[in-house]
Nanobody, 120 residues
Framework: QVQLVESGGGLVQAGESLRLSCAAS????????MGWYRQAPGKQRELVAL???????IYADSVKGRFTISRDIAKNTVYLQMNSLKPEDTAVYYC??????????????WGQGTQVTVSS
């Protein structure tokens, strides 16, 4: 049974920072790719950042230079440090994990989501 539990969302003002955490349990380990996706009202879910089993990282163009994804293998936890937040970053953020070291298409496992709201 795989569980992904997100935390760290909230309401902040533009320019501030937040750090999201995703604690994984079950079959997910440091060898699995994990990522953060987000869905704003009326928009499709989109990839924000991804970290592979080999610890390579991928970012959406809209967050490059502002967001950083990282993982703590010992805690089986992935983080998303979000700096210089903008109102357009407002969305529900979802943690996701794949079955292996990379993710092709839609991730296999999802968390319940955490709301991030950035006011102007």
């Amino acid at each position: 049974q795989v569980q992904l539990v997100e935390s760290g969302g909230g309401l902040v003002q533009a320019g501030e920072s937040l750090r999201l955490s995703c604690a994984a349990s079950g079959r997910i380990s440091g060898g699995n790719a994990m990522g953060w996706y987000r869905q704003a009202p009326g928009k499709q879910r989109e990839l924000v950042a991804l970290i592979t089993g080999g610890r390579s990282t991928i970012y959406a163009d809209s967050v490059k230079g502002r967001f950083t994804i990282s993982r703590d293998i010992a805690k089986n936890t992935v983080y998303l440090q979000m700096n210089s937040l903008k109102p357009e970053d407002t969305a529900v953020y979802y943690c996701a994990a794949g079955n292996g070291p990379v993710i092709f298409g839609t991730p296999r496992y999802w968390g319940q989501g955490t709301q991030v709201t950035v006011s102007s």
